[in-house]
């Protein structure tokens, strides 16, 4: 079926520094989603994307956080400057539209990212 | 956002058919219940939606209760490879978020 990459699989940063999360979309795909998930804990939205736009983001998307899709590459996350709390795997999602089955989500495969 | 309920954990025997049940009392009236399943180091994966009636595809049967407070997951003869943490979700909203809870655990023995 449709992917969505992730990359990097893994991250390793020093506090404070800056890092970008990429995503690789399924091609065709309108809407673009950020999720969370701190080992041993539930999966947590932070964020939709679409036409250029955010859409709705959680509490959890601070300030430090920012998405983008610049000219239809990478659908990117980053997160300036990174803090000790930021340590957590990222999923990235697509989905085709907002109505009927163009719900559904396909997920990438995650980012870890461990923040020192 | 509306509150689902699912076992910790359920196990089962290669073949058999499993239910997994969820709990979602307060689900509003436009709200569609989605079931993804995730295994260690991947995303989720979708699994089946619904919204009132019935549904079934190639991987599952979901049976949604007539006053949509509750559903069940039925997956038939399962394999090794169903063995994952199934999540029920409510899909809230125009903006397509996914609210996942802890999960099942499910555990599918040769």
């Known amino acids: 079926g449709p992917k969505v990459l992730q990359i990097p699989s893994h991250q390793i940063i020093d506090m404070g520094q800056m890092v970008t999360l990429n995503c690789d979309p399924v091609?065709?795909?309108?809407?673009f989603y950020w999720y969370k998930q701190i080992l041993g804990q539930q999966m947590e939205f932070l964020v939709n994307?679409?036409?250029?736009?955010?859409?709705?983001k959680s509490k959890l998307f601070k300030d430090q956080f920012s998405v983008e899709r610049p000219d239809g590459s990478y659908f990117t996350l980053k997160i300036q400057p990174t803090a000790l709390e930021d340590s957590a795997v990222y999923f990235c999602?697509?989905?085709?539209?907002?109505?009927?089955?163009?719900?559904?989500?396909?997920f990438g495969p995650g980012t870890r990212l461990t923040v020192l | 956002d509306a509150k689902t309920t699912q076992p910790d954990s359920m196990e089962s025997t290669e073949g058999e058919t499993v239910h997994l049940p969820c709990s979602h009392a307060?689900?509003?009236?436009?709200?569609?219940i989605y079931w993804y399943r995730q295994v260690p180091l991947q995303g989720p994966e979708y699994v089946t939606h619904?919204?009132?009636q019935n549904t079934t595809n190639s991987m599952a049967f979901l049976a949604i209760a007539s006053d949509r407070k509750s559903s069940t997951l039925i997956l038939p003869h399962v394999s090794l490879r169903d063995a994952a943490v199934y999540h029920c979700?409510?899909?809230?909203?125009?903006?397509?978020?996914?609210?996942f809870g802890q999960g099942t655990v499910l555990s599918v023995i040769p």
């Open positions: 091609s065709n795909h309108l809407y």
């Open positions: 307060t689900i509003s009236g436009n709200e569609y």
């Open positions: 979700t409510p899909r809230t909203g125009g903006n397509n978020k996914l609210t």
């Open positions: 619904g919204l009132q």
């Open positions: 999602a697509s989905s085709l539209g907002l109505g009927g089955r163009s719900y559904e989500q396909y």
């Open positions: 994307f679409y036409n250029g736009k955010v859409m709705e």
